[in-house]
Structure formats: structure tokens, C-alpha cells
């Protein structure tokens, strides 16, 4: 019913930057709550950023003044940009949203996942 598909991961040095997108699609009649999650291997999924449809943001502490989250609700997409990335934020990055689909049903979605690598 709902797809989030994300784009942008790679890999990157220590102190460059990269720039998510997920763009969602399917039967979606609002997105309410968009982010990005993360899971380094061993360790639990963390919340990394998350964005209302109004623009209220929210970080976890580790994106805290390097990560940026935004949105472009016309085009049902979702931004992470990252500067100064370490190794430690290295991870699967995950999109989520959630979604009230065509027929009235609250959906918690998440996309595939995007590998992110800071390594020299």
C-alpha cells in the first residue's frame, strides 16, 4: 500500500558529508511524523531524526549540530542531510512515516534501507 524508498548512501571519509532522500508513494492520503532511523551492526535501531508535516523537528543526541532533517510535503519526500560524519555513524539508515493510507488505515512504514560508510 505505502513504499518509502530511500536513496543517497555511500561511502564517505571521516568529516564529509551525505544527503538522504526518501520519497514515499503509494495509497497515502496524509504522512504525519517522517524520519530517519539507524542500526549499526550489534546494536539497536536509534532514533536519528524526525520531522512533522508542519516542519517541528526533533534529533537523537548523536545528530545533534551536524544532521539536518527537512521535507518537501509536495513531494511526499524526506531529507537527512549529514556534515561531519565520523566512523561512528556508520549504519543502515532507515526511512520511516507515518502514514494515513486512502481507505482511512494508520500505518507505521519503513523503507529498505540505505548502507552509510565513513571510512578512510
Known amino acids: 500500500q505505502v513504499q518509502l524508498v530511500e536513496s543517497g548512501g555511500g561511502l564517505v571519509q571521516p568529516g564529509g558529508s551525505l544527503r538522504l532522500s526518501c520519497a514515499a508513494s503509494g495509497s497515502i492520503f496524509s504522512l504525519n511524523a517522517m524520519g530517519w532511523y539507524r542500526q549499526a551492526p550489534g546494536k539497536q535501531r536509534e532514533l536519528v531524526a524526525s520531522?512533522?508535516?508542519?516542519?517541528?523537528?526533533t534529533y537523537g543526541s548523536s545528530a545533534k549540530g551536524r544532521f539536518t532533517i527537512s521535507r518537501d510535503n509536495a513531494k511526499k519526500t524526506v531529507y537527512l542531510q549529514m556534515n561531519s560524519l565520523r566512523p561512528d555513524d556508520t549504519a543502515v539508515y532507515y526511512c520511516?512515516?507515518?502514514?494515513?493510507?486512502?481507505?482511512?488505515?494508520?500505518?507505521?512504514?519503513w523503507g529498505q534501507g540505505t548502507q552509510v560508510t565513513v571510512s578512510s
Open positions: 520511516h512515516a507515518d502514514v494515513r493510507s486512502d481507505d482511512g488505515l494508520l500505518l507505521s512504514s
Open positions: 520531522i512533522m508535516a508542519r516542519g517541528d523537528a
